[in-house]
């Protein structure tokens, strides 16, 4: 079933102006991750934040982990035209064995 | 799109008829994942397999098979009870475990179209 919701659904902004994405979830979970799809492409892998983590960052990427509210963000600073993507974050729940995917962010970046 | 890959791109069937959608990786991954994606929406879980020989049902599995006779190999079948197969479909891979013990990255193909005429 899915677990993380995205908030807000999509989201269109100037280059170079920051992109923040919120993601929440119901239940415990072992890790968090963050997750990239190109238009009509496979997903890729951007970062993963475990329970015990509450920032990350990996270049342009930060991300937060806010185990109390059960939410994530994922901020992207400096935003280029080519981070126009969806962004989907997706939860290592304890006790299940896979991930839950949320519906994704749909971001434009406007050049 | 890594060492997953997925065949073919784009796939189109007759309603009634059953078809099969290749998934391959050369990434020594134990767990193999078939995820379904409908136009604005996220991926909901089909099949996983977590070591050859072994497969579970995800959220949706009714109307598709899998198998899982090599660790490289992770085959969808969709047939012909699945009421609405026209989708994307992904194919991921992942170590079962990290060292830290939850589960790691998934490795994504770059899917393949599947349209019902």
Same mark, same amino acid.
């Given at each position: 079933? $899915?677990?993380?919701?995205?908030?807000? $659904?999509?989201?269109?902004?100037?280059?170079?102006?920051?992109?923040?994405?919120?993601?929440?979830?119901?239940?415990?979970?072992?890790?968090? $991750?963050?997750?990239? $799809?190109?238009?009509?492409?496979?997903?890729?892998?951007?970062?993963?934040?475990?329970?015990?983590?509450?920032?990350?960052?990996?270049?342009?990427?930060?991300? #937060?982990?806010? #185990?109390?509210?059960?939410?994530?963000?994922?901020?992207?600073?400096?935003?280029?035209?080519?981070?126009? &993507?969806?962004?989907?974050? &997706? #939860?290592?729940?304890?006790?299940?064995?896979?991930?839950?995917?949320?519906?994704?962010?749909?971001?434009?970046?406007?050049? | 799109?890594?060492?997953?890959? !997925?065949?073919?791109?784009?796939?189109?069937?007759?309603?009634? !008829?059953?078809?099969?959608?290749?998934?391959?990786?050369?990434?020594?991954?134990?767990?193999?994942?078939?995820?379904?994606?409908?136009?604005?929406?996220?991926?909901?879980?089909?099949?996983?397999?977590?070591? =050859?020989?072994?497969? !579970?049902?995800?959220?949706?599995?009714?109307?598709?098979? =899998?198998?899982?006779?090599?660790?490289?190999?992770?085959?969808?079948?969709?047939?012909?009870? !699945?009421?609405?197969?026209?989708?994307?479909?992904?194919?991921?891979?992942?170590?079962?475990?990290?060292?830290?013990?939850?589960?790691?990255?998934?490795?994504?193909?770059?899917?393949?179209?599947?349209? =019902?005429?």
């Amino acid at each position: 079933s $899915q677990q993380g919701e995205e908030d807000p $659904q999509a989201l269109s902004i100037q280059e170079g102006e920051n992109a923040t994405m919120n993601c929440s979830y119901k239940t415990s979970i072992n890790n968090l $991750q963050w997750y990239r $799809q190109n238009s009509g492409r496979g997903l890729v892998h951007l970062i993963l934040i475990r329970s015990n983590e509450r920032e990350k960052h990996s270049g342009r990427l930060r991300v #937060t982990l806010d #185990t109390s509210k059960k939410s994530s963000s994922l901020l992207i600073t400096a935003s280029r035209a080519a981070d126009t &993507a969806s962004y989907f974050c &997706a #939860t290592d729940n304890q006790g299940n064995n896979r991930l839950a995917f949320g519906k994704g962010n749909q971001v434009v970046v406007i050049p | 799109d890594g060492g997953i890959t !997925q065949s073919p791109k784009y796939l189109f069937r007759k309603e009634g !008829q059953n078809v099969t959608l290749s998934c391959e990786q050369n990434l020594n991954h134990d767990a193999m994942y078939w995820y379904r994606q409908d136009p604005g929406q996220g991926l909901r879980l089909i099949y996983y397999s977590q070591i =050859v020989n072994d497969f !579970q049902k995800g959220d949706i599995a009714e109307g598709y098979s =899998v198998s899982r006779e090599k660790k490289e190999s992770f085959p969808l079948t969709v047939t012909s009870a !699945q009421k609405n197969p026209t989708a994307f479909y992904l194919c991921a891979s992942s170590i079962q475990l990290s060292l830290a013990g939850d589960r790691d990255t998934q490795y994504f193909g770059p899917g393949t179209r599947l349209t =019902v005429l």
